[in-house]
């Protein structure tokens, strides 16, 4: 199918929603019982005909959240149709029992639309949205749930006040729905704008049963039916196939969320001081409520601060670490003295450099992935040598340092074994490659001194490249200024040693 015929399909499609949105409109107000309810058969039967379609056209992976909406529409529509033909009485409570089997379907297509998404920080994001609930809740028992108790006890009224209940349940899921869409899935916006629909309807009969407002059954229904058309609608829209594969979401819209919280929290307190004139066991439950909404903004604050706190800690590691091997980086080498001054004053201090032989020829013949594989494992093999204490941190490249709290004899007995742990060839991707190791080694007395570790830097790498330029393996800045053996004499005297 073209674009052009896709595009003249939706068409279509869209001008029989605005003209069966028309007909729900305009047959209120003529008042026709029949003419409504022969209306209300019409939209049924064409929600139930779209969903149908998009299923088989659409493919979606989840098909039970479909199937659910779509036994709601006949259930709600059942119920409906109950009330307005006059058949309580006879059909009593089949009417209610259909109503609350519609919002059950309802509620567990809407959680299930959800669940298959992973989402940063989740749980803050149910809290949040339970929030929101519970205060939809309080102003439901003030405004709602205790006038309708006040008209009596019995089967119809514990209906009646369950129906706000389960209206601040969806509008908990719908909340958090809001919060969790990212992007412009239009199937999905179109669900919940059919929530929103039902969540108005159920108001206007909640507010009807509390006797609040007084309005013909056949206006009531208009709400309910617009949910069914537009819950037929985002079955017809492409996107309904890919609601659970919808982007990550994270916390950068938390600020927002915050706001929603705080109206509601405002509004909540404000309820107890419409309801002044309210029983006692209306401010029982209102105080439990009040509670409960402390309670999560306590909670919620409390993981703000943790979440927080993670999130500092996580910039301080990045800024400290190298990604690649976990390593310190240059940086938190240069300020380890200032960060141990304590524990290393009075302490000699040893600084060796280490750099890796044949790791160009390594990168150059397998690709700079291998040569990253190489880093990290020579990174693994040398933090497994090296004390806590010590300061281990990879400088650059194939080049590595270890700064830390030891005697020259104790840095010979580490740089011995750091030697031995690069005998063992590498186990890499590519095969087992043989690379060893060069060491330079320079160290400071406890007596006082002026140097800063970029003099340990420079004369542990002047070290390092005379150890490499000799094959030594290992070699002390201090040995330098001695006089080398007639066996490692060479023709042009090495330009390290004049460092």
Known sequence: MTISETRHGSLRWYAVLLGAAGAVLLAPLFGARALSFSLLVVIVAGSLAMIGYGLRRHRPAHRLPWYLLAASVPLFALGTAIRELGLHPAWHPVDDL?????????????????????????????????????????????????????????????????????????????????????????????????????????????????????????????????????????????????????????????????????????????????GADLGPGDR????????????????????????????????????????????????????????????????????????????????????????????AHAASRIRRTTRRADVTARYGGDEFVVLAPRTRAEAAVLAQQLLGAFVRPFDLSCGEIPVTASIGVACLSTRPTDTTVYDLLRRADAAMYHAKEYSLGLAFHDDLRKPLRPSLLHTTEPTSTAV
Not at 132 to 160: E, K, M, N, Q, Y
Not at 304 to 322: F, N, P
């Open 284 to 375: 029982v439950v209102i105080c439990l409520l009040l509670t409960l909404l402390l309670v999560g903004v306590l909670v919620r604050s409390e993981r703000a601060i943790a979440r927080s706190l993670r999130s500092e800690r996580r910039a301080q590691y990045q800024a400290d670490h190298d990604l690649l091997t976990g390593l310190f980086n240059r940086g938190a080498l240069l300020r380890a003295p200032h960060r141990h001054r304590t524990e290393w004053a009075g302490k000699p201090l040893c600084l060796l450099f280490i750099d890796l032989d044949g790791f160009k020829r390594v990168n150059d013949s397998y690709g700079h992935a291998v040569g990253d594989e190489l880093i």
């Open 98 to 274: 259909c109503t609350l089997a519609a919002y059950l379907c309802l509620g567990i297509a809407a959680v299930g639309w959800l669940q298959p998404r992973r989402f940063g920080n989740a749980r803050d994001l149910w809290l949040d949205s339970t929030l929101i609930g519970l205060s939809a809740l309080l102003a439901s028992w003030t405004f709602l749930i205790s006038p309708i108790l006040r008209h009596g006890v019995g089967l119809d009224t514990t209906f009646a006040a369950s129906y706000p209940v389960i209206h601040a349940v969806l509008l908990t899921v719908l909340a958090h729905s809001l919060a969790t869409v990212v992007g412009s899935a239009t199937s999905l916006r179109l669900l919940q704008a059919a929530m929103v629909a039902v969540l108005v309807g159920g108001l206007v009969e909640s507010l009807t049963a509390a006797g609040t407002l007084v309005i013909d059954a056949e206006l009531a229904a208009v709400p309910q039916q617009w949910a069914y058309l537009l819950a037929g609608l985002a079955a017809l829209q492409p996107s309904m196939g890919t609601l659970y594969h919808l982007g990550e979401v994270h916390p950068h819209r938390s600020r927002r969320r915050a706001g929603a919280i705080a109206v509601a929290l405002v509004a909540a307190s404000l309820v107890s001081v419409v």
